[in-house]
Every structure is written in C-alpha cells, then in structure tokens.
T-cell receptor, first 115, second 112 residues
Framework: SAVISQKPSRDICQRGTSLTIQCQVD?????MFWYRQQPGQSLTLIAT?????????ESGFVIDKFPISRPNLTFSTLTVSNMSPEDSSIYLC????????????FGPGTRLTVL | AQTVTQSQPEMSVQEAETVTLSCTYD???????LFWYKQPPSRQMILVIR??????QNATENRFSVNFQKAAKSFSLKISDSQLGDAAMYFC?????????FGEGTQLTVNP
C-alpha cells in the first residue's frame, strides 16, 4: 500500500482565517479523496480530487468553502476557508478506489481546532 | 443511497477472549466490497479486512474474520484472542465504485 503523509498534523486557528492541508503520496495514484471526521463522528467524504480536472464535491460541501488542488499524481491540497468553530474536525486524505478491491488507504489525518 | 449501520456504539472484551462487532448495510447493487477499518487513538485509519460480495467464503486475516451474510446484508467482524492493541474505534465501510460509505463506528475496549 502507498505511504501517505499529511501536513500539518494539527493546528489551532482563529475564526475567519483559512488553512491549507497538504497530502503527499509516495507513488502516483489516480484518485485522491478528502474526508472530514467531526468529533466523535464517522468519516464523511468531502470531495474526490482527480488530477487534471475539477474536484467532485459531495452534497453539503462547496468549492468556495473547501477548495481543492491536485497539481500532479502524488499531491493534493485541501483548504478550509473562512473557518468557524464548526469546522473543528480531523481532515483525512486517502488514495485508492481503483484497485481490485476498491480499497482506500488513509493518511494520518490533520486535527484542526478553530477558536 | 447506500447506508451502513453499526448498532453497537461501544463494546468491551477481556484480553484473550473473542468479540463480534455487528454491521448491516443497505444497497441495491449486486457487486460491491465491504471493509472493516480500525482507528486507534493515533487517528490513523487502518484497513483490517475486506470482503468481495461475489465471494461466498468469509474473509480471514489472522485473528480477524468476518461473517458475511449477503441475503441479510450483514457483515460482522470477529476478533479472536483479543489483545490490548486491538482497542480502537472500528468502522464498517461499503464500496461500490470508488466511493466509501462508513458506518458510525464501534468503540472497542479491551480489558486486561
């Protein structure tokens, strides 16, 4: 499985500011995904990031709030814009979804706290 | 839309004993995959085991095995000889295509 890293691992931010989270993979992958995990909750898919095309957002998530970049096959960023305390969550990136079992492998996550 | 339900928010087991975590799902698809992921306090999501819907044989990975009942849309995880390191949140997940849908999770405590 791919080795996935995320930066930062955690951050504390003020409301109204923005934070960009980076996801780096050690091999080229077609599909990358961004998830949000609110405190004590399960994972919710924010969007699918495909290289060379616009990200595909799930219902309830919009590009203005969560812009995503995918400049190449090993890297993606998720920005959380104009943050409020409700954005306090763990944000995880994952890769996969195209192998023989459609399994996904996850990065270590970014814990975001918004004050 | 596919849904995944884990009806046990919390479970506990004695070290070296066996525990079974429940999961049910709803889908109209015939071809799909099911997974159990483990999330320890480090928050890293770790793939524990996977099952292809077209396979009748239940998947096994060392101490972890599943009971897959396709007609009942049930996919339970059995952990044998439980170890302290098994303590974590366990998520059941469904995939048809590239998307993963997760259940709400079961917090497993392992008592020494």
């Amino acid at each position: 499985s791919a080795v996935i890293s995320q930066k930062p691992s955690r951050d504390i931010c003020q409301r109204g500011t923005s934070l960009t989270i980076q996801c780096q993979v050690d091999s080229q992958v077609t599909m990358m995904f961004w998830y949000r995990q609110q405190p004590g909750q399960s994972l919710t898919l924010i969007a699918t990031a495909n290289q060379g095309s616009e990200a595909t957002y799930e219902s309830g998530f919009v590009i203005d709030k969560f812009p995503i970049s995918r400049p190449n096959l090993t890297f993606s960023t998720l920005t959380v814009s104009n943050m409020s305390p409700e954005d306090s969550s763990i944000y995880l990136c994952s890769v996969g979804g195209t192998g023989p079992y459609n399994e996904q492998f996850f990065g270590p996550g970014t814990r975001l706290t918004v004050l | 839309a596919q849904t995944v339900t884990q009806s046990q928010p919390e479970m506990s087991v004695q070290e070296a004993e066996t525990v079974t975590l429940s999961c049910t799902y709803d889908t109209s698809e015939s071809d799909y995959y099911l997974f159990w992921y483990k999330q320890p306090p480090s928050r890293q999501m770790i793939l524990v085991i996977r099952q292809e819907a077209y396979k009748q044989q239940n998947a096994t990975e060392n101490r972890f095995s599943v009971n897959f009942q396709k007609a009942a849309k049930s996919f339970s995880l059995k952990i044998s000889d439980s170890q302290l390191g098994d303590a974590a949140m366990y998520f059941c997940a469904y995939s048809s295509g590239s998307r993963l849908t997760f259940g709400e999770g079961t917090q497993l405590t392992v008592n020494p």
